[in-house]
């Protein structure tokens, strides 16, 4: 029978015993992690800051939230809009379908989904009012995932 040490773990039997422990730690690692709903959290408000004629800003997108859930924006001033994943293994999107403003965004956010990443969207909104943004992946809105985006005139 094999027996090698390795940080923190001992491995008795072969490599499918590394493996699994490996495997173990790792769910508990991302367990740890994922979870934290959107209907616990207080609003977080932010406005847009202005940038060379726009208006620029972020948004995180976490386990199954978004920070911050409420974005300020002037009416008739470009959007430049960062979007970050910043969640693993749990697939993400920003939508927000506001026609009559003229702003329609779907975007899934993350390298493949799975693993965080950034996307930018640009958008002109056209007409003041408050529009709800969400992701709607796999019931994340019934978990809290959604936002406001206030458009002032």
């Not at 390795?6 to 039997?13: A, D, I, K, L």
């Not at 493996?19 to 740890?32: I, K, N, R």
């Not at 993350?110 to 969207?121: E, N, Q």
Request: hydrophobic residues 45%; charged residues 20%.
């Amino acid at each position: 029978m094999r027996h090698f040490e390795m940080p923190f773990v001992e491995v008795r039997g072969g490599s499918w015993s590394a493996l699994g422990a490996a495997f173990v730690l790792l769910l508990g690692a991302l367990a740890a992690g994922c979870g934290t709903s959107g209907r616990d959290l207080p609003t977080v408000e932010v406005t847009a800051a202005p940038k060379d004629g726009k208006q620029v800003a972020e948004i995180s997108l976490h386990s199954f939230y978004f920070e911050p859930s409420r974005l300020v924006v002037q009416a008739g001033v470009p959007v430049e809009l960062r979007l970050t994943k910043r969640s693993f293994f749990v697939p993400h999107n920003f939508f927000l379908y506001a026609p009559e403003a003229g702003i329609e965004i779907d975007e899934n956010v993350g390298a493949l989904g799975f693993f965080p990443g950034s996307k930018t969207v640009t958008f002109v909104p056209a007409k003041p009012g408050e529009y709800e943004f969400m992701c709607h992946k796999d019931g994340h809105m019934a978990k809290g995932m959604t936002g406001t985006l206030v458009v002032r005139p």
